[in-house]
Each structure stands twice: as C-alpha cells, then as structure tokens.
C-alpha cells in the first residue's frame, strides 16, 4: 500500500511520517487533535510510513486553483526527492477548465503524474489533449450518504447486516459505471471514509481506492457562504460572487444539537464553500483495518482541511 502527503506549498514537505510533525500543522485549535490521533494511529497500524507522492492542488473551489508558478515550485520540490505528484482539480466552469490547461501542461512534462478529476469536463480535457497524465476519478464524484448528523447513527445500528452493507456503498457498486470509467482510462478512485464504514466490494473489479484522512466532506456548492459574510442580508448566497478569499480567514464550526437522535456530540464544519467532517478513533481504526487487509491501495494524509491557497 502507498502513502501520499497533501502539502499546500514547496515548504511543507516530509518524505515520512517520521518527518512530519502533526504538532506543526497548522490545523487550527480546533482541528489539530485529529491530526494527531491520525498520526498516531498510522504508527500504531503501520509503523513509520514512508511517502511515496505528494498531493496538491484543491477539489473543492476553481477560486483556488493555483498560479502557472506555484505548482512548478511544488514540482520542482517532488522532483528533488524522488517524488512524484497528484494534482487535485474542483468542479470547473469553463473559466475553471481554462485555468487548469497551463498546470496540466506543466504536469505533462513531468513522470508518474497524476489529475484527480471531480468533473467530467476536465476529464475530457485532459483525454484529449493530455494522454501522459493519469486520471484520478475525485471523491466528489462518489455518490454515497455523508452526513455525519445520521450516518454516525448507522454505524451503531443493529439493523440488518444486508441493510448496513447498502447504507456503505455508493455509485461504485455499480458494475456499468466502473466499467464506463474503465473504458475511459480511470483505473482509480478516490475517497471519504465515511462514517457508517465503507464498502469496497467494487475493488475486486480491479478498481484501485485511494482513501483521505482525517477529513471527509458533505457537501460543496459554488455559493459560498465566506463569499458573502460582508453582504447584506438579501444580498448573500448569490453565485457568482466575488471571491476575496474569505475561506482563507474564516471557519465555522457546527453543533448538532437539537438532534433526537442522541449524537449532539457530532461536529461539523464549513470552510468557503464546502461542510466537512473529521474522522473519529472508531472510523480511522477501521479505516485502517480494512486498509491492511488489502482492500485499499493508498491513503493520503491530508493535515489540513483541503481549502489552503497560496497567493501569487
């Protein structure tokens, strides 16, 4: 099984997890606890991991598609160490698709790189016009129940074992649509561990499962509310708004707390346009049981919540 490190810039960079420092990340107050547990489960399940690619980019905002120059400093950095490199790309208007081109055409002048899709207009893009780079299909594209406020629930439910394994599955299940992907060059998929556990009967299709730590998302939109904090009140949630980057400077944090269902425990946050979930003990334990086993073929540390930008 690999390992990858998602790093935001040039500087963050550790080739192991005896390298990184989980202490160093700044995750936040709030957020930086579940890094180190996640770290700490990692030694405890596989010892002192070695990274063998990072991962950069964003999956969740084309406002934060990175500059021509950033990316070739973090090419330039991989390329030192031996690494190579998966770029992570949102949802794209066509403005999106057209601040992508420059990037992939640095990405192809390079080996074993990786585009990890949420769009279907950005894979056409890269099939047509960049065969070298690999595919990635993103998790934004696994059509699966997320909602932390009821999933957590199932997790523990004793319903029937049938019935659970249904709650776990998503569009990957589907033999057609693995093989349509198939047919389109993605051997490869990323993504969440959800809270109710994960199925991964579709990996013996030969699909391979990429899965990210700690954080998992909900739901993502191009209104964002960080976009709009500073409007009046009729004025806010429009789309299409100008971006300052306020998902920069801002997050909120959720408590579910009229819940009937006995979790008002259940966190969740909002960073710019997109809710997002951490991992508890119980879903990284399993998490990792399962990658053990043999049923997932990488895990991606990702330290942060995945909405840093860089200027320039």
């Known amino acids: ?139 934004l594209m696994n059509k699966s129940l997320r909602d932390p406020r009821v999933t957590g629930v199932y997790a523990a439910s004793d319903a029937p074992a049938q019935a659970l394994v249904s709650l776990r599955r998503s569009n990957l299940d589907c033999a057609s649509y693995t093989g349509f992907l198939t047919g389109l060059g993605v051997d490869s998929v990323d993504l969440d561990a959800l809270p109710q556990g994960l199925d991964l009967g579709f990996t013996e299709s030969g699909v ?44 909120l944090e959720y408590a579910y707390t009229n819940t009937p269902l006995g979790n008002r425990d259940q966190k969740f946050y909002l960073k710019g346009n997109s809710y997002f979930y951490v991992h508890t003990e119980s879903m990284l334990r399993a998490l990792f049981e399962q990658a053990g086993s043999g049923l997932i073929d990488r895990i991606v540390l990702q330290p942060k919540l995945p909405m840093s930008w860089e200027r320039g």
């Open 1 to 139: 099984m690999d390992w990858s490190l998602h790093v935001g810039s040039a500087s963050e960079f550790a080739t192991s997890l005896a390298g990184f420092d989980a202490a160093a990340v700044d995750a936040g107050a709030k957020l930086a606890p579940v890094v180190e547990l996640t770290t700490r489960l990692i030694d405890e399940y596989f010892g002192q991991v070695t990274f063998s690619r990072w991962v950069y980019g964003n999956e969740f905002c084309e406002h934060l598609i990175p500059a021509p120059g950033k990316l070739e400093q973090v090419i330039g950095a991989a390329s030192e160490r031996g690494l190579p490199l998966t770029f992570l790309t949102p949802y794209c208007s066509d403005a999106g698709i057209e601040a992508l081109i420059p990037l992939f055409d640095l990405l192809s002048s390079t080996t074993d790189s990786e585009v990890v899709f949420n769009d279907w207009g950005v894979l056409n893009v890269l099939r047509r016009d960049f065969p070298k780079v690999k595919p990635v299909q993103g998790r």
């Open 208 to 251: 391979k499962a990429s899965a990210y730590v700690p954080f998992g998302f909900i739901s993502t939109s191009r209104i964002c509310m960080a976009a709009g904090i500073h409007y009046d009140k009729r004025d806010k949630f429009q789309p299409g708004a100008p971006c300052h980057h306020e998902c920069q400077t801002h997050l």
